[in-house]
Every structure is written in structure tokens, then in C-alpha cells.
């Protein structure tokens, strides 16, 4: 496993996950291009880290880019959008490309994003060195986002979180799961999780959503998802854990009713969507117990969190709706 990028916990910090002391870490204009960076995947690839960044442009057209770094925090992001090749599929028709995830499985790396087609669907693609990208099949009809791959098959089938959706900024959303025998044809949906009911834990009330590819540990998969609460100011972000079955991660053992992280800081708080905390992508050492989370701050730039995987599936164990 490559280094990954690490800061211990602060001094008088008592929080499940800490922010990195000179976040963002991306910002908004990075690239001459950019209006925005935001809402990205990162995996550990060769000698260092690659990964796969939301980059609006100055029209705000969305789009998704590589990016390569040493150390995972300071990036070289290309500042043209990735050209997609025709994978199983001559249908790669795109209006939009936003949100993307990264899974590696077997002998390649897979992407998942919100694609732009007669609406919001979830668009796969995939790429052995992030140079050349085959772009699939969409997963599912319009319309849905969020969609997240488990890092392996089970059961021999791959496995994805989704949220369906409708057209618009959607103001509901629960997760689901769904299996595909080839990443082309997709089924067997199962309800995962639904919001929680406002009185029991509010932040996450409006509408949920997967964040990064599940990390097996002994306990189960965990998963971070992302909760939303619609205040008098429009929505709130925050981000939860949840830990599902091993085996059927349609059924879920832990859930956490206080999130683990809200917008607080000024760069969550402020900027083109405000008071938003998008989870998308985590690096992360059972070895060391440490783990990185990249997440999108308030739709505009790119920030880094931390936290012990132990503690964290205690927190969600002894949390739980």
C-alpha cells in the first residue's frame, strides 16, 4: 500500500474524523479552466496516487478529468476533460459527467459518475492507467446518482449503491443495491437504507446518499454516505457511516445517528452550493488503522479528513439508529 496522506489528531480534538490543517486542498481554480474542483475519486496507482476530479469549467459545464500526485495531497490535474472510448457499449453519448467514484476490481479501474443522458444516470467506464478510458453501458435508466462499486465481486456478481432519483435537484433519496454478472446489465435491486425520520436523527432526514467505495474490514463493509436536512437556508451536507453485512450488504448492521462530520468550517460553509460536505473517495491502511477521506466542500474545492478506522466502526457500533 503507498503512503497515504496523514496528520494526527490535533491537540483538545476529540472528533471521529479531523481536518487537514491546510484544507483545501484543491482549490477552485487549479486549473486555468476551472470554475470549480470538487466531489472527486483518488486511488492508490504505481509509485503514487491517481485519480478522477469534478471540473466545472468557467461556463459551468461538468466534467471529469485525471490527476496524478506523489504524495496525495498536492496534484497535477489535467486541464482537459477525459475522451472517452467506446467499452462494451457505441453509446457513450454524454451531456454532463459529475461526481465521480473510483473502484479498482480484479485488473482495472472502474468509474462511476453521474452521466448526462435524457437526464441523471449512473455512467461506467474503465481504465487500466488512466491515459485511455472505455466508457460502458449506463447502469440504469434516468434517473439516479451516487452510483458506488464495491471494490469486489460477491457472490460472483458486481455490486453497486445507487440513489434514484428525479430530473431536478432532487429533494428524497434513498440507497439502493444492484447486481450486474457483466458491469452491463443491471438488477436485482435492494432497499439498503432510507432516511432516517427527523426526530430520530435529522441531518440525514431529506435525503442519503453513498460516498466512497466500501472498505471490508472483519466487522463488515463499511460505508460513508453522505445525509441531508432541508433548513430555512436550503440544504445541509454532513457525513455519516454505516457498516453492512459482509455477505448481503443489502441488510445493514450499524448506522450512525449523529453524523461524523457537518459544514463548519468557512470553505464548507461558503461557496457556490453553501454548507455542503460531499464524501467521495478514501485512502486507507487496515495495517496502520489510519484512514483519508476526500471530500467536496460547499460544490467548490477539494478537502482531506482523517480518522482511525477502529474508531471509527466503534463510533458507528456504539452511534447506532
Not at 471494490?151 to 456478481?157: C, L, N, Q, V
Amino acid at each position: 500500500m503507498n503512503k497515504i496522506p496523514w496528520q494526527d489528531r490535533p491537540k483538545n480534538c476529540a472528533d471521529v474524523l479531523w481536518r487537514h490543517s491546510e484544507n483545501p486542498i484543491i482549490g477552485r481554480y487549479d486549473i486555468p479552466t476551472a470554475n470549480s474542483i470538487f466531489n472527486s475519486a483518488v486511488v492508490p496507482f504505481r509509485d503514487g496516487f491517481a485519480g478522477v476530479f469534478r471540473c466545472d469549467n468557467k461556463a459551468v459545464q461538468m466534467n471529469i478529468h485525471t490527476g496524478f500526485s506523489e504524495d496525495g495531497v498536492q496534484w497535477d490535474i489535467s486541464h482537459e476533460p477525459i475522451r472517452m472510448q467506446a467499452g462494451n457499449t457505441q453509446m457513450i453519448d454524454s451531456d454532463y459527467k459529475y461526481d465521480p467514484r473510483v473502484a479498482f476490481i480484479e485488473d482495472r479501474y472502474w468509474i462511476t459518475w453521474c452521466n448526462g443522458y435524457h437526464g441523471p444516470t449512473i455512467g461506467i467506464a474503465y481504465t487500466f492507467d488512466f491515459k485511455e478510458f472505455f466508457q460502458c453501458e449506463n447502469a440504469f435508466l434516468p434517473f439516479n446518482r451516487n452510483g458506488v462499486l464495491f471494490p469486489k465481486k460477491i457472490d460472483g456478481k458486481y455490486a453497486m449503491l445507487s440513489r434514484p432519483s428525479d430530473n431536478g435537484h432532487t429533494p428524497f433519496g434513498d440507497i439502493y443495491l444492484s447486481y450486474s454478472p457483466d458491469m452491463k446489465y443491471w438488477g436485482e435491486h435492494r432497499c439498503v437504507m432510507k432516511v432516517a425520520p427527523f426526530n430520530d436523527s435529522a441531518w440525514q432526514c431529506a435525503k442519503i446518499g453513498a460516498g466512497p467505495v466500501p472498505i471490508w474490514t472483519k466487522e463488515g463493509w463499511l460505508v460513508f454516505y453522505h445525509g441531508v436536512i432541508k433548513t430555512c437556508n436550503g440544504f445541509r451536507y454532513s457525513v455519516g457511516s454505516a457498516i453492512l453485512d459482509e455477505n448481503r450488504p443489502d441488510k445493514v448492521r450499524y448506522r450512525t445517528q449523529p453524523y461524523l462530520m457537518a459544514p463548519a468550517e468557512i470553505y464548507e460553509q461558503v461557496g457556490d452550493v453553501p454548507n455542503v460536505i460531499f464524501p467521495c473517495a478514501t485512502l486507507h491502511s487496515l495495517e496502520e488503522d489510519k484512514l483519508a477521506l476526500y471530500y467536496g466542500a460547499a460544490d467548490t474545492v477539494t478537502a482531506l479528513a482523517f480518522g482511525h478506522i477502529s474508531e471509527i466502526i466503534a463510533f458507528t457500533k456504539q452511534n447506532s439508529l
